[in-house]
Structures are given as C-alpha cells and as structure tokens.
C-alpha cells in the first residue's frame, strides 16, 4: 500500500477487532475505526494533517451487498482506495482492516488487488482507450488459456466475439459497464467495490448494471456499493452504510428504509431518507462539514435537531442497536 502505514500498525490495531460486538466470524471484510489524513504543507515549509476520515467502520460477508451512501466528501471512495491500498504517498491511515479473517497488510493488499479484491470503477475512462476491450481483459486473466476464459466471461455479460476486437470508444454506454464488470470478475475475486456504478446512465443500463451485481452477490461474492442513489442501493442491497464527514454514522437492514424512516436510528440517515422525492422532498439545513472545520463532538450536531450540550463534548461512539449499528447518543 503506497502510504505510510506500518504493518505492525495494523497488526496491532487488528487484535482488539476480535473483540468487536458488530463483527461476525462470516464477514469477508471488516474495517474498523479506519482513519486516513493526508500531509499537508501550508505557508512556507510548516505542515499540518488533514484527517478526511476518522473512525469508518463497515463490513461485508460473502454473498452481500452492502451499499455506501452519502454526499460528497463523506469519504465514500476514500475508503474503496484504502482497502485496494491505492492511496496517495501521502496518506497516513491508521485503523483495523480483515480481508477473510487476515490483517490486509500493504503486501497483502498487493498481492490480492485486481485477484481477490477488485474494483469497478465509475468513469468507463479507466479503461485504456489504445487497447482492444478483449486484451484488456486477457490481462487481467493469469492462465494460459485467458483468451478463452475472456470470451466465457464475456458471453456470460452478453458481449459478442465481435465486441473483444473493438476499442473502448467504439462500445456504447451499456456494453462499457459490461466490460468494466467483466474485467473485475476475470481474476475470480471475491470482494468487488463497484464505485458509483450508475449515475449517468439509462434506466435500461441502470437495471442491467444492478442485476450483474446481484448475480455476483448469488454467486457468493461480497459486493461493496458505492452510490449517491439510495434508491438504486434498496433494489440490491442486503444493508445499507451512510458515512456523513469520513465517518460511519449508521449501517440498518434494507428493511428499515421504509414509510417516515421510523425503523432507521440515526437523525441525518432519516433526514437523507426524508429527503427524497418520494417522501417529503424536504431538505436538511445547513452543510457537511469539510475536513479543516469539523465539529469537536458529534459531526452532526450543528444540524442536528436533536442536539445538546452533551452531542458537543466528544464523538460518540458506534453501538449494536435494534439489528443494526449506529453513532448517536440520542438513538432509540
């Protein structure tokens, strides 16, 4: 992992996650209290850490799909890039992260990126537009028989013969989300993150790109999805993770997404729900926090109908509630 981590940070850090109440012996990746800050220089030589997440916990089994959301800035792909291990060299992280009950050190990280964990990325521009979409793929394949394991994988997400002799300019819209999820799955990994696979798009493609990972959820691997769309996140998602400022303030079963959010915990994950067009389309004052001005207590708090003085004495922390998990004093 290109940040200056240690592995004996992550080490330690990994023993007190036995002890967690939220983590389950069938989690395929945990992370807990992650925190990522990036060296900054402000005038002259003098530096500063500007910490962008702080105390981020999720986790998913195999065959779930647990859905990210949040606005902007709350560190949602921050948190895809720390567990590839693809943060800048200036990203300090700190923090517990288990792939498959093991600490992902940075030479795990290397080792398993791209095989076992893999990202579909949101912007098709990651493909490399000088090469056929078909050797694209082969080069994610490790055997010798990749070219044919290229074209299986590519009749499993309806790409014709055809379709591997083209170049990324040449694909529509539908058929490019269509490789970049059949570059990911070509390695056999088990964990993908699908980074907003869906804004953009057409309805049709939306559905589409939702039902491969669907598929990829009933075929046993542990899908992360990252998205703005809640809507989109309820058609698939097993749970649902809200990150506000770098932080995880609730995680609830699909389930409780439902009427005047009276199942959901957490005051800004009912006001998010609220919000949507369908419900009261009413927004939340005020804004997110950035991460050179955040609030000492709950990160929440000025924007918070709930608060008080207690909200404002220390961030409060994660606790097991009601079949989810939450980060409210005030949570019932």
Excluded at 140 to 153: E, F, H, M, R, W
Excluded at 176 to 185: D, K, N
Excluded at 234 to 243: N, Q, T
Excluded at 289 to 305: H, I, N, V, W
Aim: with cysteine; charged share 20%; net charge neutral.
């Amino acid at each position: 992992m290109e940040n200056n981590t240690t592995n004996q940070q992550l080490s330690n850090l990994s023993e007190r996650s036995r002890h967690r109440s939220s983590a389950s012996k069938d989690d395929l990746l945990v992370v807990e209290d992650l925190s990522v800050s990036f060296v900054q220089y402000e005038s002259g030589l003098k530096q500063r850490n500007l910490e962008v997440i702080c105390d981020l916990n999720v986790s998913v089994k195999s065959g779930e799909i647990v859905a990210i959301v949040g606005s902007s800035g709350s560190g949602k792909s921050l948190l895809a890039h720390a567990i590839l291990g693809i943060l800048p060299s200036n990203a300090k992280v700190s923090g517990t992260m288990m792939y498959q009950g093991k600490v992902l050190t940075s030479e795990r990280q290397k080792a398993i990126r791209g095989s076992e964990i893999s990202l579909i990325p949101q912007s098709v521009n990651y493909l490399d537009p000088l090469m056929k979409v078909g050797e694209q793929v082969q080069n994610t394949i490790k055997t010798k028989d990749a070219k044919d394991l290229q074209q299986k994988i590519f009749t499993r997400y309806q790409l014709s013969t055809e379709a591997g002799g083209l170049y990324p300019f040449q694909l529509s819209g539908g058929m490019a989300r269509r490789v970049l999820v059949a570059t990911a799955v070509s390695g056999g990994a088990r964990l993908i993150i699908a980074d907003e696979p869906t804004p953009g798009l057409h309805p049709e493609v939306v559905a589409e790109t939702l039902s491969h990972l669907k598929e990829l959820a009933n075929q046993g691997c542990g899908v992360l999805m990252i998205t703005h769309d809640i809507e989109a996140a309820m058609k698939i998602a097993d749970r649902i993770a809200v990150f506000y400022a770098g932080t995880t303030v609730e995680v609830a079963p699909i389930e409780n997404f439902k009427n005047n959010g009276e199942a959901l915990r957490h005051p800004y994950t009912k006001a998010l729900w609220m919000a949507l067009p369908e419900n009261d389309f009413k927004p939340i004052p005020g804004f997110q926090p950035t991460p050179a001005d955040l609030p000492s207590g709950c990160l929440f708090e000025p924007r918070c109908q709930l608060r008080t003085a207690e909200c404002r004495a220390g961030k409060p922390k994660m606790a097991d509630l009601r079949g989810g998990q939450v980060r409210c004093i005030h949570a019932t």
